[in-house]
T-cell receptor, first 114, second 115 residues
Framework: GESVGLHLPTLSVQEGDNSIINCAYS??????FIWYKQESGKGPQFIID?????DKRQGQRVTVLLNKTVKHLSLQIAATQPGDSAVYFC?????????????FGTGTSLTVIP | DAGVTQSPTHLIKTRGQQVTLRCSPK?????VSWYQQALGQGPQFIFQ???????QRGNFPDRFSGHQFPNYSSELNVNALLLGDSALYLC??????????????FGNGTRLTVT
């Protein structure tokens, strides 16, 4: 299954399928990006990060892809499990003269169907 | 290793009242940021504290103020509460010296309801 972030804020996938969650970021000066997972009643939890000098980074069952040309970030979850059901946020970070600025997108709600 | 802890977990206040929320950062972290998260939205940055000073501030009115203590813990104060202040308030900690690529670690938030 695939989402396009703001245009499709919900995504439903079958257990065992791969999920792709997309995020369009706004600031071309952003040089660091993070994906967070937020389960109901909890705070956002760090999943994976990527710096702007990379275009791909892999973790355990997750891969983040960065396309700076079109300012697009995606999170791929392999073999999606019911425990992956949550809201996923991308955060873009850039340096300002007062320190790092974090900006969070609206989020995409992922539902895994058993 | 304790993560970010926030108190209370839930709070109900009346319009016009004042509220104080508390946060203890993750062990080893010296910087605390506060975020407001409305239902169905991403976290919105309120402000950041380091060395007991407000270092950055988002687009929030002066009714929102904060404090950081020598042990790095922090408080968020909101005066003259409005119905629109109802939200989940998240505290996040990080290491200031690791600012370049230092992920925020979040607590589970305080759910504030203003009636």
């Amino acid at each position: 299954g695939e989402s396009v972030g703001l245009h499709l804020p919900t995504l439903s996938v079958q257990e065992g399928d791969n999920s792709i969650i997309n995020c369009a970021y706004s600031n071309s000066a952003s040089d660091y990006f993070i994906w967070y997972k937020q389960e109901s009643g909890k705070g956002p939890q760090f999943i994976i990060d990527i710096r702007s000098n990379m275009d791909k980074r892999q973790g355990q069952r997750v891969t983040v892809l960065l396309n700076k040309t079109v300012k697009h970030l995606s999170l791929q979850i392999a073999a999606t499990q019911p425990g992956d059901s949550a809201v996923y946020f991308c955060a873009e970070i850039w340096d300002s003269n007062t320190g790092n600025q974090f900006y969070f997108g609206t989020g995409t709600s992922l539902t895994v169907i058993p | 290793d304790a993560g970010v802890t926030q108190s209370p977990t839930h709070l109900i206040k009346t319009r016009g009242q004042q509220v104080t929320l508390r946060c203890s950062p993750k062990s080893g972290h010296d910087t605390v940021s506060w975020y407001q998260q409305a239902l169905g939205q991403g976290p919105q940055f309120i402000f950041q504290y380091y060395e007991e000073e407000e270092r950055q501030r988002g687009n929030f009115p002066d009714r929102f103020s904060g404090h950081q203590f020598p042990n790095y813990s922090s408080e968020l104060n909101v005066n003259a509460l409005l119905l629109g202040d109802s939200a989940l308030y998240l505290c996040a900690s990080s290491q200031f010296q690791g600012q370049e690529g230092s992920p925020l670690h979040f607590g589970n938030g305080t759910r504030l309801t203003v009636t």
